[in-house]
């Protein structure tokens, strides 16, 4: 604990910890770069009627 007004923490991540930041940031990044796209694919599913929640199931007629 630190000795400030008002009482504060420091913390930081282990090596460990480190170490998905960077995949993980390539992901946040894709996603931040197609969110239109992804959200567009979101409403078209979510539009369509008769649809399940598993996607495999979506418009195929068995």
Known sequence: MLRT???GVEC???ALGRGPLVPLSVVADWADQHAVDIDTARRRREGR???SAKP???G???
């Open 5 to 7: 007004v008002p009482p």
């Open 12 to 14: 930081s991540l282990s």
């Open 49 to 51: 009627q008769g649809c």
């Open 56 to 58: 495999i199931s979506c």
């Open 60 to 62: 195929s007629q068995a």
